[in-house]
C-alpha cells in the first residue's frame, strides 16, 4: 500500500527543487524531477499536496509567517520552509488527516531532512497556527 508519509517526503522533495529553482511549475518538476524516489509513494496524494502548496502558497506563506516571530518566510532554511508548507496545507485543506498527525509527521520529516534544530522549530511554529487558527478551513 502507498504510504501517506512517502508522498510527504515526495512532495517536500518537489517543492525543495521547485523553490531553489524559483520555478513553482508542478508538471515540470514530475517530468524533469528524476531524482525522486517514487516507489512507494501514495501519488495522489503527493500531487494533492503539491498542487494545493503552489496554489495556496502566498496563504500559507502568510499564516506562517504571523507565528514565526523574528523569521521572515524567505529567511527560513529552505528544508523547513517547504515542511512548513506542507504541513499547513494539511491543516487547512486535509480535514480527514488529524492535526497531531499533521504535526507529528512534520516533525519526523524535520528530523529526517532538516537540521539539528528543525524539529523543534517545525514544532513551535505549527504548535502555534494549530493554537490560533481554526483548523480545517480555507485560508
Keep these: 500500500m502507498p504510504s501517506r508519509h512517502r508522498a510527504r517526503e515526495f512532495s517536500l522533495k518537489a517543492l525543495y527543487q521547485m523553490d531553489i529553482?524559483?520555478?513553482?511549475?508542478?508538471?515540470?518538476?514530475?517530468?524533469?524531477?528524476?531524482?525522486?524516489?517514487?516507489?512507494?509513494?501514495?501519488?495522489?496524494?503527493?500531487?494533492?499536496?503539491?498542487?494545493?502548496?503552489v496554489e495556496n502558497r502566498e496563504a500559507i506563506d502568510k499564516v506562517i509567517e504571523e507565528v514565526s516571530i523574528h523569521w521572515r518566510i524567505d529567511r527560513m532554511n529552505v528544508v523547513d520552509r517547504n515542511i512548513l508548507r506542507i504541513a499547513v496545507f494539511e491543516l487547512f485543506y486535509c480535514p480527514e488527516t488529524p492535526y497531531k498527525v499533521v504535526i507529528d509527521e512534520a516533525i519526523e520529516l524535520a528530523k529526517t531532512y532538516g537540521t539539528e534544530d528543525s524539529p523543534s522549530f517545525v514544532n513551535g511554529i505549527l504548535d502555534s497556527i494549530a493554537r490560533k487558527h481554526v483548523l480545517h478551513e480555507p485560508l
Excluded: P
Aim: cysteine-free; hydrophobic content about 35%.
Design 21 to 53: 529553482s524559483k520555478s513553482w511549475d508542478v508538471e515540470s518538476i514530475l517530468q524533469n524531477g528524476g531524482f525522486i524516489d517514487r516507489k512507494g509513494v501514495d501519488m495522489d496524494y503527493s500531487l494533492k499536496l503539491l498542487k494545493g502548496v
